[in-house]
């Protein structure tokens, strides 16, 4: 991490009261979630989820990530619950990872998907929209899946 790195929480908010936030480079959030995909891969099973519910209170929470691949939630008549936000096809193989949003930071999005054994992860930072991130983010991982093929650049070493 950058020397001017200063992680404060893993939601990214201001710390109420205090004004203290995270601030954080690309490549320092690039690096975390590195890090937490090399130690914890499990963590796509959650994040690549469209919904959950919490069980003992039935509120539902709808995941803001607009790139993750919707067709197998679609209900019988063919519409997505709550769907006035969320993009009609999203990007293959997107399975994560985090959205974010401050006034001082902007709207960001630290994206990965995996294809053909390929993992990629990809940061923007500063956008002017929400949708302007999940445009940028599929820019660049297409570029990155186009310029890298097949192949691994995620190795865990855990074998």
Known sequence: MSTH?????????????????????????????????????????????????????????INTNQLLEREDDWNENGEWPDDSFLMEVGMPGMDGLKTGYTRAAGYAFIGTAEREGTRLISVVMRTSSSSERFKQTEQLLEAGFSHYGNGSLLTSTND
């Open 5 to 61: 790195a200063n992680f404060v929480n893993s939601h990214g908010l201001p710390l109420d009261g205090r004004g203290t936030e995270s601030t954080l480079t690309a490549e320092d959030t690039a690096l975390l979630g590195f890090y937490l995909l090399q130690h914890f891969p499990e963590v796509v099973e959650l994040t690549k989820q469209p919904f959950f519910s919490l069980s003992f209170t039935n509120e539902r929470f």
